[in-house]
Nanobody, 127 residues
Framework: QVQPVESGGGLVQAGDSLRLSCAAS????????MGWFRQAPVQGREFVAG????????YYSQSVKERFTTSRDNAKNMVYLQMNSLKPEDTAVYYC????????????????????WGQGTQVTVSS
């Protein structure tokens, strides 16, 4: 199993960039697809981005496509979310999660497909 721990959140202005990091403990990190979700106040958790086990496949929600990029370094047990051109509507708690579901190139997008979750990191974008 793996235990994700997010870092890198903070308060930024609209148009700024921010990079979130997720460190995942465990020897089997490369066996897991990794995903990023976010949850704004009084809203449900939504999928943001995901990356397959080897990093060959990525998938993004329409709301962040072409602004956010996810990557991973399996040698370091790390996954990243580069967020550019941030908007106030990106304000949320961001979660990193690990999934053992699916084939090598598959990117799970459903919350229930993820097995292990971090505690989340707050991102606040002011206008």
């Amino acid at each position: 199993q793996v235990q994700p721990v997010e870092s890198g959140g903070g308060l930024v202005q609209a148009g700024d960039s921010l990079r979130l990091s997720c460190a995942a403990s465990g020897r089997t990190f490369s066996n897991y697809h990794m995903g990023w979700f976010r949850q704004a106040p009084v809203q449900g958790r939504e999928f943001v981005a995901g990356i397959s086990r080897g990093g060959d496949s990525t998938y993004y929600s329409q709301s962040v496509k072409e602004r956010f990029t996810t990557s991973r370094d399996n040698a370091k047990n790390m996954v990243y979310l580069q967020m550019n051109s941030l908007k106030p509507e990106d304000t949320a708690v961001y979660y990193c999660a690990a999934s053992a579901t699916g084939s090598y190139y598959y990117v799970p997008r459903g919350e229930r497909q993820y097995d292990y979750w971090g505690q989340g990191t707050q991102v606040t974008v002011s206008s």
